[in-house]
């Protein structure tokens, strides 16, 4: 039986803001990006009576057995959308776990995007909208991925360019709680991104742009205010930022030479903390 190889890229929050909350969720808007940092999907159709879904790799410690990935199959067969067939899936965890780059919902909207392109789902906009809610909010950001504005009505805008940048991308030893970072947000900013334009997508606009989430995540957590701080200082960087609820802070830079220069520099000062050099896709 033929196995298919599906990369699941990491999602970057480039900016921010929390414009309100709902009767359970918070109103979020964003400018979203995808770097080359993913994790490998092998999948395979098996003659079972179950699927079969494991994880593997550097972060596959610690995965509920209940996750999104199992959501997502577990809804696509009650809604009898993949004809009674059967699967052996086994997700190999590049992207770290609790860092604010949706490792665990980019795998679900991966798997959709695998799904539908071969023809075993075929959902309308509606259908496909409430099915990544029931997953995850997040999910449908990564359903066929692109630079996106996110506007806090819940409407998605996605360009094809690509913004070339180059990404430190930096991950503590410890991960992050979305759900109490949240829980924590006592005021709203004024929607910014209601109008979406490629423009925002232009360096000079994102360093006038913060992440919200940020100060709430470096009071529970003040290393990551250190680790900012440090990344901000590194030659040619454009802007430091915190991804979603955090861990991870992610520097850009225009040269994929100073990326590296500031990769070298942070490990000899921060050694026991993961990071990778990356890039915009």
Known sequence: MKI???????????????????????????????????????LKQIEKKNHQISFSGKF?????????????IQ???QKKLLNNQKFEITIVK???????????????????????????????KKEL??????????????????NSVLSSNGKIKKYKKNIKLHTLVVKPTFGCSTRYV?????????????????????????KTLNNDLEVITFKKHPRLKKIKSFLSIMPKN???????????IVAYFHSRKACT???????????RHWCIASKTI
């Open 4 to 42: 298919f190889k599906i990369k699941s890229y990491a999602k970057i929050n480039l900016a921010l803001n929390v414009t309100g909350k709902k009767l359970k969720l918070h109103k979020v808007e964003s400018i979203i990006s995808f770097i080359e940092l993913h994790d490998l999907i092998y």
């Open 60 to 72: 596959s410690k610690n995965i509920y057995k209940k996750n999104t990935v199992t959501n997502l």
């Open 75 to 77: 809804l696509l067969d």
């Open 94 to 124: 590049n992207i770290p776990q609790a860092a604010g780059m949706g490792g665990g919902s980019m795998n679900a909207a991966s798997l959709i995007d695998f799904f539908t392109k071969k023809r075993l789902i075929n959902l309308s």
């Open 129 to 146: 909208l409430k099915l990544t809610s029931q997953i995850g909010s997040d999910v449908i950001l990564g359903v066929k991925p692109a």
């Open 182 to 206: 949240y829980s924590k947000v006592r005021s709203f900013s004024k929607p910014q991104f209601s109008f979406p334009t490629q423009r925002m997508f232009k360096t000079k606009y994102l």
């Open 238 to 248: 454009i802007f430091v930022r915190m991804s979603g609820s955090g861990s991870s």
């Open 261 to 271: 220069n500031a990769y070298k520099q942070f490990k000899r000062k921060f050694n």
